[in-house]
């Protein structure tokens, strides 16, 4: 059912077996799979149905680092950012689990093999209508063509798959049942202000909400479970008397994909898979709901390079360039045999690239390594219900400029040899990091089976505080570069088992 | 900027016009035909026979503009490279010899395994690829 905390009265307390802080795509699939396990849930959601300022407003923080779209990349609404998410996904590779060398701070606790069981039911949440996501080369338009990126090895093909039949609105697909739901309660409009605890910190005892013109609620619950996104954890913690911050690691390593135009790919040949559909991404559109196939850098590749995720996909996209691809002559080089100059297609939103295109842009989805240095804190600044703002300092550090470097010139290289295109990077030169293009906040209570290295333990239970777990992106102790919504789902899933076990327990 | 010695074909004895000219002939069809059939194979944006020395020396000019010892350096080396009898023959033949000396896809191909891979005007190409340009835009 839902509760409109408005509504509610000057003070009234709710007690639960679970109380999970934030009704977006984590807090909601948990929330949902722990009702399937008999337990009485009550879901806190800052805001209401529909967007409202005052409520957004909320979510105001400083940015001392590089420039963040602050106002943005997340929204404080029921359903959560997902309801400006674009339906784009897929797993982590099992590569992205693995510790590696080169990359401080990297390494998950747990491996593929916890997750996978979980992704095919995270798919169904999501409404991913195939929880396979290899890529399968007979499915290639045209047979007795030049290969993909030649013997490399350096870049794989890889699928992003899409919901159908648009972007999955969790908040939207879920409303009907929470209202008839009889263990869930969703309450709207609740703003968690702060995490009451023992003497010892040990235990949260209670959990206070504020609203907004006036009103206060409280919370007791068996479980706590902060699913309010990497910023608003970290936060919420730290305002909270600096909570599972024994070792100082609470909001570090905040991490951020990072979406670069890199520059075009210039098709030079009839058999280019380029000229495949599937290798163009569809500008989106209502009705147009077509899997993406881009390209990824092989475990192998990163291995020898010593470098961080980075996929590619071509699409109609324009990348920042001034001199645009005809600069100084070169376009030139671009005419076909025909004589043609080569152009890039007069596409509309959804439209499917022509087959004839002959340039296309390249978006790549990157990586951002752990950095200690990039984290969340807490400001002077306080909102309208007291609590205090965020601070966002998102750092990058020369490890990510360097990979990006590597990996989009090792892939003009692979494009080379393949002997079909050519590829023209521009803007990575620049230090142009563009931030905040998919908000895939992540990392600040990053999973670890040590304190002193992480904030939860494997399962999302916050070190040294017996009852309190963080779900979401968060827990991410690096976030590799596939979109992180399906992980997000399956670590949920993953953890309503585990919450239900301990409950028993 | 050190340029190609280009002496002017022809002499002043009959039988040396008639060796060089049979040597154009010669030199014409052996060129023509590789190039055709590499072009129909493994055609990219530089290997094109359509592809004029002005378009390549486009990319040569950038070159030197952003980095004049690297194009000057690269042009001569594709200079050392080109045999003698092939410098008499003008323009177009040069173009050509230079052409199917640098764009092989051989040499391409080792070019970009051995990581001789250069970057101009945001363009990745293989060294021998960029050298070709630098070399036409000395000619051109």
Known sequence: MFVDARAVGETRSFAADVAVVGGGAAGLSLAVALEAHGLDVVLIESGGFAPEAATQALYAAASTGAPYPVPTCRLRQYGGTLNHWGGTTRPLDAF?????????????????????????????????????????????DSQGLP????????????????????ATRVGDKYRDAIAESRRIRCLLHANATQLVTDGESRTVETLRLGVLGGGELRVRARHVVL??????????????????????????????????????????????????ERFMRALPAPGLRRDDTGFAATPAFRRRRKSLGFSMIAGPFDPVDEAGPGAAGVRELTRGPDGQR??????????????????????????????????????????????RNAVIHHALQEADWRSLRTSA???????????????????????????????????????????????????????????????????????????????????????ADRLAEVQKS | ???????????????????????????????????????????????RPDLSTRRIAGLGERLAREDRPTAERLAREVAAELPLWLRLAGTRRRMQAARRLCLDPRRV????????????????LARSEVALAAWAHQQT
Not at chain 1, 231 to 248: K, T, V, W
């Open chain 1, 96 to 140: 992205e689990f693995e510790r590696h060398d080169w990359v401080p701070h990297s390494g998950w606790p747990i491996g593929a093999a916890d997750l996978a069981p979980y992704y095919p039911r995270a798919a169904a949440v999501l409404d991913v209508p195939r929880a396979d996501f290899a890529f399968d080369p007979a499915e290639r």
């Open chain 1, 147 to 166: 290969p993909l990126l030649g013997d490399s090895g350096d870049f794989a093909p890889v699928v992003w798959r899409r919901t159908q039949p648009g």
């Open chain 1, 227 to 276: 699913a309010a996104g990497a910023i608003e954890n970290a936060r919420l913690l730290l305002d909270s008397g600096g909570l599972g911050n024994a070792h100082d690691q609470v909001g570090r390593c905040f991490a951020d994909h990072g979406f670069h135009l890199l520059g075009w790919v210039l098709v030079t040949h009839p058999g280019s898979w380029l000229r495949e």
């Open chain 1, 342 to 387: 080569v152009r890039r297609p007069k596409t509309a939103p959804g439209d499917v690239p022509q087959s004839d295109t002959r340039w296309m842009g390249l978006l790549a989805v990157v990586e951002q390594s752990p950095n200690p240095q990039s984290r969340i804190t807490l400001g002077h600044e306080r909102n309208a219900l007291g609590a």
């Open chain 1, 409 to 495: 010139e090792a892939f003009g290289v692979a494009v080379a040899k393949a002997g079909h295109s050519r590829v023209r990077l521009a803007g990575i030169d620049g230090q142009r990091w563009i931030q905040g293009g998919g908000g895939h906040h992540s990392g600040t209570t990053r999973m670890s089976d040590d304190p002193k290295r992480g904030v939860t333990d494997r399962h999302g239970r916050v070190h040294g505080v017996a009852n309190l777990w963080v779900a979401g992106s968060s827990l991410f102790p690096t976030a590799g570069w596939a979109h992180p919504t399906l992980s997000v789902v399956a670590l949920s899933l993953r953890q």
């Open chain 2, 1 to 47: 900027m050190p340029r190609i010695a280009t002496p002017t074909p022809g002499g002043s004895s009959a039988r040396r016009n008639f060796l060089l000219g049979t040597l154009r002939v010669a030199a014409g069809l052996a060129l023509l035909r590789p190039t055709a059939a590499h072009a129909a194979r493994t055609p990219g944006p530089l290997a």
């Open chain 2, 109 to 124: 191909a080792a070019d970009l395994d051995a990581g001789r891979v250069l970057r101009v005007d945001g363009w990745i």
